[in-house]
């Protein structure tokens, strides 16, 4: 009797473990598509991701670089204040969108162009995504825009 109840034991441990592993390998391969990790410019710059990965870029839209071409395609450029990657993308635009300002895009690259499939500006003057903050930060050039400002005459 207490080898059959062992047994049933390790069978029934056994399918546990089965079910765990299968649920996990199912879970992962149904996500595969939905994670885009989140990259600044410089990132961009020093490791190029493959063509085929899908993933976030961020930063401050360059200064000058804001072009609008035939139809509802408009390149420009994103920076880290550090590098710049060349970004087109056919679509409407957010409405606070604009030179100088915060924004996310999700796509692919496309020889040395980030060509996005979407893209996020900030919602108020004060907004930046946190991903663009922490990568700001990293390259020593975030300015918090609540800090009181500094005098230099004082």
Sequence with gaps: MKSLKKRRRIQIVAIAVAALALATFL???????GINYFRS???????????SETFRIGGLV???SLVRGQGKTIRFRVTDNNQSVPVSYTGV???LFG???GMV?????????FVATEILARHDETYMPKEVIQALKEQGTYV??????TDPDS
Aim: proline share 14%.
């Design 27 to 33: 879970i992962g391969f149904a996500m595969r598509d």
């Design 41 to 51: 410019p410089t990132q961009v710059v020093e490791t190029p991701p493959s063509g």
């Design 62 to 64: 360059e200064d000058g």
């Design 93 to 95: 635009l957010p409405d």
């Design 99 to 101: 030179e100088g300002e």
């Design 105 to 113: 895009g999700t796509g692919r690259m496309q020889g040395d162009t």
């Design 144 to 149: 918090d825009p609540k800090a009181a400002p």
